[in-house]
């Protein structure tokens, strides 16, 4: 296979690498209202005290926090609230220079995707607008319309976000991947697996944390060259 003719993608993480900053709480926020919110994470640190929710664990606390806030809910009242929170930030808290990344690789005819520990709710409309292939995210459950708190796949963080971005693209689980040159974007611990499954990897987290084989990406970054050698 060419040059030419070899499939090309860029995979962004969202949440400190697109965004500025976290989304899901502000999401959740606005779901539950302050009061209610405040009181789910009292419940949490309970249940953390009764052992019932292990707090060093991101992932367990996430499920209960999501369970606690969108159970019983209908689906199409989180889809109203995902649609207004993509356009809040879609105008106030996405990162100019990586937005201007993902823009070089959807014009460059790229497929571009989220791969994120972000809900889906407010990515796929933000995906819509800014022309991004696909969304990797959390997809909480569903049965006849009504939320069931739970999540339809684990949380997209670490091995599970190269896991999930390989299954989309047709690749083994392990090993190398076939006719394919693949981008990726991160910040965080999180984002490693995905970082390492790239020919060109890029950092937005703190420089003393850069992973091995990883570029530090600048707020001046230039555009990115699809001459430059993979690694």
Known sequence: MTELSRRKV?????????????????????????SRFAQIAAEVGVSGLRRNVDLRDRDAVKAEMIHRSMCGRREQDLQHLGNLYAR?????????????RLEQHRDAGHEVLFVSASLTYYLEPLAQELGVTAVIAVEP????????????????RAEQKALRLRAWLGQPALGPMKN?????????????????MADHAYWLGKSSKLPNGAIMMSPSAAPFDTAEPAR
């Open 88 to 100: 809040d930030l879609l105008v106030n808290e996405l990162n100019p220079t990586v937005l201007q």
């Open 10 to 34: 860029a995979a962004f993480d969202f949440d400190g690498t697109l965004s500025k900053s976290d989304t899901l709480i502000p999401f959740l926020l606005r779901v539950t209202g302050r």
């Open 180 to 196: 394919l040159e693949l981008w990726s974007y991160g910040n965080s611990s999180g984002d490693h697996a995905l970082l390492a």
């Open 141 to 156: 459950s569903v049965e006849y319309g009504l939320l069931t708190g739970q999540m339809e796949f684990p949380n997209v």
